[in-house]
């Protein structure tokens, strides 16, 4: 019952209520309270605590916050959790005046003096202070690079800058960072350990919250990278926190050090745990396993500061002056549950730390870290040192008791191991597997490679690469089995990728990882040339143009001789004199203007000359003609759902081969076509040069890609890579083709050939030309008689309109005479031209 002369005081406080660290704090700010009016019954003011739950959201957390300050007026409030709530209630509290104490918001920003309200007050340890014991246990080892692996957000990344540049200060290097999101997928931190895997770097930071923590170190245990060699340390987001943990996170984290909050061991504070552990089993009976952390000793002692500073601040008639109670809190000094304290700036001065190895289910403390004598073996040590031997002994990971070196400059050169084929014998230009002796190593050269190692090397991190030949052999497996068991090694584990001329396919991409493709995509037959023949040589000339073009050009030949000689043959000496004179004139200009003019046609003889054997698969299916395909290639599934008998597949290994079986031909065993990938085409034709041609269309595929394990992070990379070459800098991806195969441009490039296509020019394609050459034609001979007839006949015309029929036709015949004969005036070259002209004049009858 409370007494009446004591005075109370709201006070806020905000939790994630269904949380284990919201349930441990609540408990911690109740005990805290109940001991302190316990231990001092003269106090005349109670804190009555109403609590509020942020349901782990920030909003909610800022809401809480607001209508605890309305409704319940409180004078302070406790809380919240993390600092991304405390940002937000920071603010609600600073425009309010109401004082806001947190005990495990630990951000540096929260308390910089770039956004630091005066009204806030921290208990918790200020993340930034740990970087220098950190820094100490680095170079205590003597390591001089490390890892830094955090948390993806605002408050998790705010402590990386203290470290590296604490961390660069003692010359140690910081080559690579992982920031890893809260809500990762088990297969992104896979793919993100897997990459740290392939380094020499075996020193790794982590600054990640415990529930991601426990994944990542279940994932690396996994890798193998919670074996000898390797060296861990966490930061007091996890340490400090390791009490939640149950054996199963633990087990896999045995060898890591940690950087934990110091607090000492009491009697008041052994006392005060075995008081709390009986009183939160009883208000909490399925969790037997609970034990108390630093978080619950911070709420107590927030809880008792802010009791004491409400207990000392004075009373007016319209209560307790918000803004006294800041500066009392400012002043206040305890001797916490968690060691002495006071607030400097809104920090407390608690930076003190100490230096755990995780070993079996418990924390084995082996050093400590304090500002004033770096690290040491006990507390009561007055002198500093950074050397190893002066801590306590520490069990590595892989249960090794030597530390170690941070490094591992072998371990890549088996790290990253590369399936190649062996069973090939040709297409050497690709990939080629040799031993040399006597030295019996391995030398793996080709395009493939060359582009691999490309890829490799752009990535930001060195990959040792141990090339393996796949030697399995079998006396009964379809050709393509040997890579697709080549590729189901990756997934066996029994090596990282595979490297070669391999084809990506659904079929395979359902037990590896294919990169993007780096070589172009698609499929195409191919079959032999030969010189198009025709049985009556003397006639092929012809073939360029259809009978109906022919005939069609004919007539307009004649049409425009007979144009030309009207138009010439009166005003042009050229085309008078006799008649035979006159017609042959008229046809040989119409003839060098039709064909001598004209030389785009002559190509029609030439390109047609090689023509393909076979136009079209069905027509392969129809004659039961053999195909080819090469060794290992996926053709041999494509060419069977096409229709072909296994029978009719004939395998080849190089383009010799396929040469071989071309001039063979089906019916002697050999081939009448080959079906491949167009790389292996441009080697064959290369090669070959016009002996063979393509058929038929072009068939969808992939293309060659690089295959990775399941999983790996290493396909995403490559494949940016490719991208890169293949885009930003295509340059050398040019020079690595000219280096591997033969330029084609020496050869004649064969076209494609469509059995439906006809290779002579018909008439349609010259209609238009046609009708404007008739037209033309036509005009110009209309004009040109209207002219003659009316401007130098033009007395005889209108006599020959009112003429009788035979009358008509004297005249048509005079006229016809007159204009049979050259212009004389135009051009008298003698009496006997003048004389012509009168005589034809006087021949006319008129009625």
Known sequence: MQSKATIPVNVGVVLDSNTWIGKLSLSCIEMALSDLYASHPHYKTRLIINVKDSKSEVMDAALAAQDLIRSKEVKAMI???????????????????????????????????????????????????QVQAVSAIIQAFEWNQLVLIYSQGIYEEELIPFMARTLQEGNVQIPYQIAIPTLATDQIISQELYKLRLMSN???????????????????????????????????????????????????????????????????????????????????????????NVLGLWAYDATTALAMAIEKVEFESLGISQSHLRETLSKI????????????????????????????????????????????RNMETTYSFTSKNNLGTIIWPGDCFSAPKGYDELANKKELTVGVPLLRNGFDELILVQHEDPTNNTNVRGYCIDVFLLAMRSLPYNVSIEFIPYYKRSDHYSPGIYYDDLLHETYLGKVDAVVGDITITAKRSSYVDFTLPFTESGAVFIVPTTIAKNKTKVWIFLRPLTWQLWL??????????????????????????????????????????LVFAQTNLTTQLTVQQLRPTVTNVYQLLQNGDSVGY?????????????????????????????????????????????????????IIMASYCSKYTIMGPTYRSEGFAFAFRRGS?????????????????????????????????????????????????????????????????????????????????????????????????????????????????????SQNDREQISSNSNEITVA
């Open 79 to 129: 809380g919240p959790q993390n600092s991304r709530q405390a940002n937000l209630v920071i603010e609600v509290g600073h425009k309010s005046h109401v004082p806001i104490i947190s005990f495990s918001a630990t951000s540096p920003s929260l308390t910089s003096p770039q956004i630091h309200s005066p009204y806030f007050f921290r208990v918790a340890q200020n993340d930034a202070s």
């Open 202 to 292: 075996r020193v790794f930071v982590v600054h990640v919250s415990p529930q991601l923590g426990s994944r990542i170190f279940f994932i690396a245990r996994e890798l193998g990278m919670m074996s000898q060699g390797y060296a861990w340390i966490i930061t007091t987001k996890m340490s400090n926190q390791l009490q939640i943990w149950n054996s199963s996170v633990t087990d896999s984290m045995q060898g890591v050090l940690g950087v934990s909050s110091y607090f000492p061991r009491t009697k008041e504070l052994d006392d005060f745990e075995l008081r709390w552990k009986m009183k939160f089993q009883q208000a909490n009976p399925s969790m037997i396993w609970a034990q108390m």
């Open 333 to 376: 000094k305890l001797n916490g549950l968690a060691g002495d304290f006071s607030f400097v700036n809104g920090d407390t001065n608690l930076s003190s730390y100490k230096i755990i190895n995780l070993i079996g289910n418990s924390e084995r403390v082996v050093g400590y870290w304090t500002p004033q004598n770096g690290l040491k």
């Open 552 to 593: 069609t050009t004919g007539c307009f030949f004649l049409f425009i001789a007979f144009v030309v000689w009207v138009l010439e043959h009166q005003g042009n000496r050229e085309f008078n004199g006799s008649t035979s004179k006159q017609v042959s004139t008229s046809i040989w200009f119409s003839f060098s203007t």
């Open 630 to 682: 090469h060794f290992g290639s996926y053709a041999y599934d494509f060419l069977r759902q096409l229709g072909f008998d296994d029978s009719k597949l004939k395998v080849y290994h190089n383009a010799q081969e396929c040469d071989t079986l071309f001039t063979i031909g089906s019916q002697n065993g050999g081939i009448s076509a080959a079906f491949d990938e167009i790389t292996y085409i441009k």
């Open 713 to 829: 992070p290493l396909a995403a990379e490559v494949s940016r890579a490719i991208l890169n070459l293949t885009e930003l800098n295509r340059d050398m991806m040019i020079r690595i083709e000219e280096k591997w195969f033969k330029n084609e441009s020496n050869c004649p490039q064969p076209s494609n050939y469509d059995d439906n296509s006809n290779n002579s020019l018909d008439l349609d394609g010259f209609r238009g030309l046609f009708m404007v050459a008739g037209l033309a034609s036509s005009s110009a001979l209309i004009i040109h008689a209207a002219v003659f007839l009316y401007c130098q006949k033009r007395r005889v015309f209108i006599q020959f309109i009112g003429s009788n029929v035979s009358l008509l036709l004297k005249n048509v015949r005079a006229i016809f005479k007159s204009f049979y004969q050259k212009d004389h005036e135009s051009f008298p070259d």
